[in-house]
């Protein structure tokens, strides 16, 4: 079984620009989610998706943030403009779990982020 | 709303000693707890979880961790530790009854010491 499969793996940006991340969750999950992971701290969530519908995004940061699942599958995690402090690695997990909170995540290996 | 904490951002122990990595949460409905082990440079990945049922769980690589409601704890423990065993360790909890959001934990460095 494929696992979760995120791209790029490294990135380098200036502050002021913008950047798109890809997460490919696994086949017939139903749940994904982006989280963000500040060096030393645990993953931050920042938005849940149910199929192609919004869980949960109280915690991104809208102004700069955006994401999409288009069609229950892929989706793009964007940020624009990049600020010093959005350096960090930014995680996509996926989950058999429809509403019930019982089933593990499955994790990408990340994408890690650099704002100069 | 949920929270987890983890006591002790480091831990070192020596090969063979126990491991004793704590958890404790807060929850106003019964919670689901999980706990993943981060490897340099990897995603996260389950060691184990507890949903329903046997309060003692038993996960990969020799793990296993007990749910105490009274105490509101999760500590994950191994008998004896390996060097494959240094990692980052989180702790997690979900929820039923409609809200099922993850909350993680700050995480947990083991380290293991020859």
């Known amino acids: 079984e494929a696992g979760v499969a995120q791209s790029p793996r490294y990135k380098i940006i200036e502050k002021r620009q913008s950047v798109a991340f890809w997460c490919n969750p696994i086949?017939?999950?139903?749940?994904l989610y982006w989280y963000q992971q500040i060096l030393g701290q645990g993953p931050k969530l920042l938005i849940q998706?149910?199929?192609?519908?919004?869980?949960?995004d109280s915690q991104l940061p809208k102004d700069r943030f955006s994401a999409e699942r288009l069609k229950g599958v892929d989706s793009t995690l964007k940020i624009q403009p990049a600020k010093l402090e959005d350096s960090a690695v930014y995680l996509c997990?996926?989950?058999?779990?429809?509403?019930?909170?019982?089933?593990?995540?499955?994790f990408g290996p990340g994408t890690r982020l650099t704002v100069t | 709303a949920q929270s987890v904490t983890q006591l002790g951002s480091h831990v070192s122990v020596s090969e063979g000693a126990l491991v004793l990595l704590r958890c404790n949460y807060s929850s106003s409905v019964p919670p689901y707890l999980f706990w993943y082990v981060q490897y340099p440079n990897q995603g996260l990945q389950l060691l184990l979880k507890y949903t329903t049922g046997a309060t003692l769980v038993k996960g990969i690589n020799g793990f296993e961790a007990e749910f105490k409601k009274s105490e509101t704890s999760f500590h994950l423990t191994k008998p004896s530790a390996h060097m494959s065993d240094a990692a980052e360790y989180f702790c997690a909890v979900t929820t039923g009854g409609g809200s099922y959001i993850p909350t993680f934990g700050r995480g947990t460095s083991l380290i293991v010491h020859p």
């Open positions: 997990a996926s989950s058999l779990d429809r509403g019930t909170g019982i089933y593990e995540q499955y």
């Open positions: 086949s017939g999950h139903a749940t």
């Open positions: 998706f149910q199929n192609n519908g919004v869980v949960d």
